[in-house]
């Protein structure tokens, strides 16, 4: 649009004749034009109000909570961020965490297993499942709404039915006593102490996962693979990309992230309520499009979904810090997610004019 | 392509496999014996259906226990039991009119949204079906026509908490509610507000996502560090809220609303100080019992007036034996 005329100052001498067709653009003008940039700045105003209006929220301690709650949503919304920037949904993603932890607990509960054999089998099985999901959309076509709709409800199902067939009742049993707790309980959910604050691990394995997405999304022949199926898959196809592999894979990363959140909830919670998980779903689809995600796909960023997971943990969190009426928490809550969204949009215009 | 693929899932079985085999936990796991609960003999009374039509939502601790109680019930009088539910209003109706349809010789049904149920539970006395009332509805059971009533008030139940947390002396109470805007709840935390001395405050949290509950509880605790007892409205909740008391590193004790196994655990170790029961194993064995007596025998159990099954207590001084009762999933 307007122009935007690079003066080479003191001049180096070029190696070769600048190409004038092609545009360089400012440095900032790049960074607005990213997809997480109107999202941090959303997330930075949210946190400059709870630090000025509650007290509690700048102590180290409550940081690190609003962190834990940031990682229990941002490690799924990372791979639904990357599965949303394929070009899909899958709303089969928040039961799937319950579906995992069951899986686990009950397969290891009831053949009086070691853990470890349980999660083993619960990974394969969450794999199975984004498989599942990515195979039949390559085979009918129709679109993922539909079909991970369909694993929704019959995971959900399966969930209760499984757990009341094997338990009698609705929870499955306490897996403290065994052989292998402790040793997951390390891995999946257990606190740090970083110079006097406890900080849960979720927070450090979210942070490899969302370096990780990064690292493939912008490095990577994978991360093209991504964006090309997102933007249009016919095309794609067409240049030579594995469409059908590639959104398998993006199924099978959610079904991965999903079993991994689901650990977690196991070995915090040692025993899990076969009825939890459900809405789950929109969570993490409104951290991705919070950050910057297209709901058409193509576009968006791994780090956008974290940012939008922390404006998620930041808000729900800091109308507790911040004291504010109980009654009113939900209104709150909309409010916040609406303001730093409308912030992202503006930041995101004002960059698409320059 | 298509032999690697093989390979790989040949190799994984047998990686399962051999962890399988070698991966045996010397603790814990499924009990070697199961069993237990109460058995009777059989009633030779003629064979009757009974639909039992709650408000649950699916994958509720508590509603099991209510389940095996009506099962209880059912098998000792020769009754063909119907067990549903349905937590929308019009999903519930749906279910009694069904029931109805079908001529069941007894409908058992929880009045939590009484309102939408009253006309439905006319209907079904007027098609000469007995109509008891359960759980939900101690102020509107009367009214919609139901004969008899069993559970609690939930305001009273609050009440006979807020005294015994003022008796304790604890100065402020945090009353946790994992539903917001459900009546039942909400007459808890409000009956414990009436009769607690202290500060009263309400936390909503998402019932369905456990790691944000913990974590709501988490920074109320680190906001209000004056709060010295979190009272959470059913058993999984307050487990959570244990967790969280750690993790702010609160002195605040834990009390609790309903049972179920582990909470019993948690008693007995310490961690969580008393839970209020409203014995939901008798509110679906009454409820099955009483429509089999009426049946049988015109009786009515509590003469017209509600039958209350709550509040008691569970606590450290009779916790060892609810316990052995709480492993077979009746208490």
Same mark, same amino acid.
């Given at each position: 649009m307007s122009t935007s005329v690079s003066t080479p100052s003191?001049?180096?001498?070029?190696?070769r004749a600048k190409d004038d067709r092609v545009k360089t653009r400012s440095l900032t003008s790049r960074l607005l034009s990213r997809p997480e940039i109107g999202s941090l700045i959303g997330a930075i105003a949210v946190f400059v109000l709870f630090v000025v209006v509650a007290?509690?929220?700048?102590?180290p301690a409550s940081l690190a909570t609003v962190a834990y709650a940031g990682s229990t949503i941002g490690i799924m919304a990372v791979a639904v961020a990357l599965l949303m920037i394929g070009g899909e949904f899958d709303l089969s993603a928040g039961v799937v965490v319950t579906t995992s932890a069951l899986a686990a607990s009950t397969f290891a509960y009831q053949l009086r297993l070691n853990l470890w054999v349980g999660i083993l089998v619960s990974l394969l099985l969450a794999l199975a499942i984004g498989a599942f999901n990515g195979w039949l959309l390559m085979r009918t076509g129709l679109p993922s709404f539909l079909i991970t709709l369909g694993t929704f409800f019959m995971l959900q199902g399966l969930n209760l039915g499984v757990t009341k067939l094997l338990t009698g009742g609705v929870s499955s049993d306490s897996?403290?006593?065994?052989?292998g707790f402790a040793s997951a309980q390390a891995v999946f959910a257990s606190t740090i102490q970083v110079g006097g604050v406890g900080v849960r691990i979720t927070v450090l394995w979210w942070i490899l996962f969302v370096a990780l997405a990064t690292w493939t999304l912008l490095r990577t022949r994978v991360g093209n693979w991504i964006f090309a199926v997102g933007g249009d898959d016919a095309a794609a196809r067409a240049v030579g990309v594995p469409v059908r592999k590639t959104k398998i894979g993006l199924f099978m990363t959610v079904g991965f992230c999903g079993w991994f959140v689901g650990m977690h909830q196991l070995f915090s919670f040692d025993s899990i309520q076969? !009825? =939890? !998980?459900? =809405?789950?779903e929109f969570i993490y689809i409104i951290a991705a499009v919070v950050g910057g995600c297209l709901l058409t796909g193509g576009y968006g960023s791994a780090v956008g979904s974290a940012i939008g997971a922390l404006i998620f943990g930041m808000t729900s969190l800091g109308i507790v810090y911040a004291g504010w009426d109980a009654n009113w928490f939900k209104l709150f809550l909309g409010v916040m997610l609406l303001l730093a969204t409308i912030v992202n949009l503006v930041v995101k215009n004002q960059a698409a004019k320059r | 392509m298509r032999i690697r693929s093989r390979t790989t899932a040949a190799a994984a079985f047998v990686a399962v496999a051999a962890l399988t085999t070698a991966g045996c936990?010397?603790? &814990? &796991?499924?009990?070697?014996d199961e069993g237990g609960g109460a058995a009777a003999g059989v009633a030779d009374t003629p064979r009757m259906e009974i639909a039992v039509i709650t408000h649950a939502a699916p994958g509720d601790t508590f509603w099991d226990i209510v389940r095996s109680g009506a099962e209880a019930a059912a098998a000792k009088d020769n009754v063909e039991l119907n067990f549903q539910g349905a937590p929308e209003a019009g999903d519930q109706v749906n279910l009694v009119q069904s029931a109805i349809d079908s001529g069941v010789d007894g409908i058992a049904v929880t009045l939590a949204k009484a309102d939408a149920l009253t006309p439905v539970v006319q209907q079904a006395r007027e098609a000469g079906i007995p109509v008891v009332a359960f759980n939900g509805g101690f102020a509107e059971w009367e009214p919609s026509g139901a004969m008899s009533y069993f559970g609690q008030d939930e305001e009273l139940a609050g009440e006979a908490a807020g005294t015994r947390l003022t008796q304790e002396g604890a100065q402020h109470e945090l009353c946790v509610i994992q539903?917001? &805007?459900h009546v039942g709840l909400e007459a808890r935390c409000r009956g414990v507000d009436n009769t607690f001395n202290g500060t009263s405050e309400v936390l909503y949290v998402t019932g369905t996502d456990m790691p944000s509950v913990e974590q709501a509880i988490t920074s109320k605790l680190q906001q209000d560090p004056s709060i010295d007892r979190v009272v959470t409205l059913g058993a999984p909740f307050a487990l959570t809220a244990v967790q969280s008391v750690q993790a702010a590193g609160s002195s605040a004790q834990v009390a609790t609303f309903d049972t179920n196994k582990e909470l019993i655990g948690a008693i007995q170790d310490g961690d969580v100080q008393w839970a209020v029961d409203q014995q939901p194993y008798l509110q679906g064995y009454l409820s099955v019992d009483s429509l089999w007596l009426y049946a049988t025998n015109g009786n009515t159990i509590g003469g017209g007036q509600a039958t209350l099954t709550g509040p008691a207590f569970i606590d450290s001084s009779n916790v060892e034996r609810v316990a052995e009762f709480a492993a077979n999933g009746t208490r």
């Open positions: 003191a001049s180096p001498p070029a190696l007290p509690t929220f700048r102590q897996v403290a006593d065994m052989d076969s !009825g =939890g !998980g459900v =809405g789950q | 936990s010397s603790s &814990g &796991g499924r009990p070697a539903e917001q &805007g």
